[in-house]
């Protein structure tokens, strides 16, 4: 898979412009593609790409079913849009929104609950990998907010290991320290799930993955594609990512 993830960034006619140039150029990707963009976008770009190979998500969903939570966006309200995936657990979320693993356990389930498959993110701060402790943060964000799943829920989960140090700072985790960490979320979830369950799922790297690195990165056998930000905004050089794969 190929997911790019639009953040808040493009107007609604400047999305639909960029979705529009992607439905011209994906006819007959290689991999699963898939366009995360900002709730408002959500209706007209799945209208614009019905019927097309290109999958569409939102960025996040509210960790409350309904009611009385002004400003927020539910899960059901996502799925009514058409989109299919869901963005969850992103560092920023985590970050600037103070998303716990309780909280994005609670988000975890609505999303399943409503027909979306989430895409999941993880990922260590520099200063935890400068301390060594990245695995024990991932294997705690995993068993925070996804292993209490059974294995069918399991099932419908896309992870993307993106390191924070790389998110939009331009430095990318060398080939060598993406597939470490993929192979050791993928032991973690065959603990959990077993080996079947662990071969099936898709682990994509993200953090300042671009047309030039992304071929060496999806290289690594554990590497199953990319969660790309910055370079998703450019139709030239989010369709080379996708032919990378
Ligand atoms: C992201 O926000 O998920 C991301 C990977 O961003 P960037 O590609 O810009 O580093």
Redesign the pocket.
Known sequence: MVAG?W?MNKNLQEGLALAGELKQQVKNPACAVVIGTPFIHLASVCELLKGTPIHVAAENCADKDKGAFTGEVSAEMVKSTGAEYCILG?S?RRAYYHETPAILKDKVELALANGLKPIF?IGEVKEEREAGRQNDVVKAQLEGSLFHLSEDAFRQITL?Y?PVW????GLTATPAQAQEMHAFIRSLIAEHYGKAVADDTTILY????NEKNAAELFANPDVDGG?????SLVAEKFLAIIAAR
């Open positions: 993830n953040k992103h920023e993110c993307a993106e790389a998110i939009g700072t993200g953090g300042s993955c969660l790309i930000g910055g370079a």
